[in-house]
C-alpha cells in the first residue's frame, strides 16, 4: 500500500523533528501549531517605516460533489475491473484518497444531515430518519460559511429528502434552475449548467462554498446501460450476498453505468473551475451519501452499505497523492472546511479536521486522535414499510475497524427490511426471483430478522456473510467492540441509550 498513514506518521515524527530543531537554533522551544502562534519578533519596524499592509491569503473556496449510492469499492482508483472513473481518480491520485471513509447511516437523510451539521446522526432529532423535517436548530457547515463572508449554495440534491423551511437551507442558496431536457434525467437537476451559473454570478474576490449532489447512481437504473458481464465469469466481482444471476448482472450494470456518468460529470464540473479561474484555491470532495442500493448494502451497516469513495484535492495540499487507511467519517469534512475558513469550528460539530492530512505542520493532532475506527448507525429508512401507522424504527448501531464489523441490533425482534409483505426496504432485485428456492439465502440475508449482536472478521468473511458473535473465540474481540461503542454513543450522547425508542416521535411523510 503507496504512503498509509504509518509513513505519515513517520513523516510527522520526521518533520517535527526539524521543526524542533530549528526551533532550537532561535532559542524558542515553543510547540508549533496554528494554536500558538510564534511570538512576535523582538525587532518591531523602526519609526518612520511604514509597515506594508499584508494582504491576507485568500480564503479557499470549498467545492462538495456527491454521488447518490455508491459503494467504496466501485471505483477505478479500487481497481474494480468493470469501472473507469478517471475523474474521480485524478482528484484522488493528486490529492488525498481515502480507503476507509464511511457514512453516518445507509441511507440519504442520516448521511446527509451528518455530513452537513459535522455531528453523528443520532444528535440530529428528525434528522435521523428519512422523509421528516429539517432538524432547524442545528447549524450547518453552509450556514457558518455565509456567516463568515462566504456566498454558500447547492444544486441539485442537497440535504434531503426531507422538508426544509425557507429559513433553514442547510446547504446554501438553491441553484436548479436548468434542467435536463432529455434521456432518463429528463427533468432533473442540470447540476453542472447550474454550477456554472453559480460561478458565473459573482466575482472572483468572493469566496464560495458550493454543495453538487448528483442523483447517479440511485436506482431506478438508466435504460441506457448494457449489460457488462456478458460471458463473465463472476468470480470476485460479485460481493457475496449477491447471487450470480442476468438480473443481477443487469443490475449491476445499470449501477456502474451510472456511477461512471457521475464521474463524467465531475469531469464537466472541474473543467468549469478551471475555466473561471477558482481551481486553484478551490478545495475539491468526491464522495457519496452511502453505498449501493442492493440487498445487504444500502440500507443495511454492512460495509457495503456505509463505506463510500472519498477522495479531496487542493492546491494547498502539502503532501499530495497520499493513500490514507485511517478511519474516516464524513462528518469530518465540516469542521475541516470551517478550520481552512479560518472560522471557528462550533462546539457541538462532533466531526474531528482532516486538516492535519493536508497541512504538514498539523500532522502532530494525528497522534491525539482514535482513526482506527468508524460508526454509524439507522433508525428508520423508507416510510410505512411496517404496515398500519405505526411505522416502527429499527434502532440499529455499528462501528468498524480494520478487521471487524460489529453491529448492535436494539429490536432484534423486528423485521430489519421491513415487514413481510411489505416491503423490503433494500429491494434486493434478486428477491424479486425469490420464490424459487435457489435463492433463498440470498433472500434471508437481506430481510430475515437478526440476532441482538452480529460481529463479523473481515479478515476471512470480507464481505460479512457469517456472524461469529456467538463464537466463543471471538469472546474478547466482541467484549471489546461492544464498549467502544457504547463509548462513542456515551460520548455524543445517543438518544436511544436512554430511550431504545427515541426517533420513534419523528415522523416520516409519505
Ligand atoms: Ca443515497
Redesign the pocket.
Known amino acids: 500500500m503507496l504512503g498509509s498513514m504509518k509513513n505519515l506518521r513517520l513523516k510527522t515524527i520526521f518533520y517535527m523533528f526539524h521543526v524542533y530543531f530549528a526551533l532550537f537554533l532561535m532559542g524558542c522551544t515553543k510547540n508549533v501549531s496554528a494554536d500558538t502562534p510564534l511570538p512576535p519578533t523582538s525587532n518591531p519596524p523602526a519609526s518612520g517605516t511604514p509597515e506594508v499592509p499584508k494582504t491576507p491569503p485568500q480564503r479557499p473556496n470549498f467545492l462538495f460533489i456527491i454521488s ?2 455508491q459503494s467504496w469499492i466501485h471505483t477505478s482508483m479500487e481497481a474494480y475491473p468493470f469501472i473507469s472513473t478517471p475523474n474521480f481518480d485524478e482528484i484522488a491520485k493528486n490529492g488525498l484518497y481515502f480507503q476507509n471513509a464511511f457514512a453516518a447511516a445507509p441511507s ?1 437523510t442520516p448521511s446527509r444531515s451528518a455530513i452537513i451539521t459535522g455531528q453523528e446522526f443520532w444528535q440530529l432529532e428528525s434528522g435521523a430518519v428519512l422523509l421528516s423535517d429539517y432538524p432547524s436548530e442545528k447549524i450547518s457547515y453552509q450556514h457558518v460559511l455565509q456567516q463568515a463572508g462566504y456566498v454558500a449554495g447547492f444544486t441539485g440534491k442537497g440535504w434531503g429528502p426531507g422538508r426544509t423551511t425557507e429559513a433553514d437551507k442547510p446547504t446554501g442558496q438553491a441553484f436548479n434552475r436548468h434542467r435536463v431536457n432529455s434521456g432518463d434525467m429528463k427533468g432533473e437537476a442540470d447540476i453542472v449548467a447550474n454550477f456554472e451559473e453559480f460561478l458565473g454570478s459573482m466575482t472572483k474576490d468572493v469566496p464560495f462554498s458550493f454543495w453538487i449532489g448528483s442523483k447517479d447512481p ?1 436506482r431506478p437504473f438508466s435504460p441506457d446501460a448494457v449489460n457488462r458481464f456478458e460471458n463473465q465469469d463472476m468470480t470476485g466481482l460479485l460481493p457475496a450476498f449477491l447471487p450470480d444471476t442476468e438480473q443481477i448482472r443487469f443490475d449491476l450494470s445499470g449501477y456502474l453505468y451510472e456511477s461512471e456518468r457521475f464521474d463524467q460529470q465531475v469531469g464537466e464540473i472541474l473543467a468549469l473551475l478551471k475555466r473561471f479561474d477558482r481551481y486553484d484555491n478551490t478545495v475539491i470532495v468526491i464522495t457519496s ?2 453505498g449501493m442500493d442492493f440487498g445487504r448494502a444500502k440500507p443495511q451497516n454492512y460495509t457495503y452499505g456505509v463505506q463510500v469513495p472519498l477522495a479531496i484535492y487542493w492546491t494547498g495540499l502539502e503532501d499530495k497523492g497520499e493513500i490514507i487507511d485511517d478511519f474516516i467519517q464524513l462528518s469530518d469534512i465540516a469542521p475541516t472546511f470551517i478550520e481552512l475558513a479560518g472560522v471557528e469550528v462550533p462546539a457541538e460539530m462532533t466531526g474531528e479536521s482532516l486538516v492535519p492530512y493536508m497541512k504538514v505542520a498539523e500532522r502532530g493532532r494525528l497522534e491525539q486522535q482514535e482513526r482506527d475506527a468508524a460508526y454509524s448507525g439507522y433508525e428508520r429508512h423508507a416510510p410505512f414499510i411496517r404496515g398500519g401507522e405505526l411505522n416502527l424504527t429499527y434502532p440499529r448501531r455499528a462501528v468498524y475497524t480494520k478487521d471487524f464489523v460489529y453491529i448492535r441490533n436494539y429490536h432484534p425482534e423486528r423485521w430489519p427490511a421491513g415487514d413481510p409483505p411489505v416491503a423490503i426496504e433494500g429491494h434486493p432485485i434478486a428477491l424479486s426471483d425469490a420464490d424459487g428456492n435457489p435463492l433463498e439465502p440470498y433472500y434471508s440475508l437481506s430481510i430475515a430478522k437478526r440476532p441482538a449482536e452480529e460481529l463479523y472478521d473481515l479478515r476471512v468473511d470480507p464481505d460479512q456473510m457469517v456472524n461469529v458473535a456467538a463464537n466463543a473465540d471471538y469472546a474478547e474481540v466482541l467484549e471489546t467492540l461492544r464498549n467502544r461503542l457504547l463509548a462513542k454513543q456515551q460520548a455524543t450522547q445517543d438518544p436511544i441509550l436512554e430511550d431504545v425508542d427515541y426517533f420513534q416521535q419523528f415522523p416520516s411523510y409519505p
Open positions: 447518490d449510492d440519504c440511485h451519501d452511502n
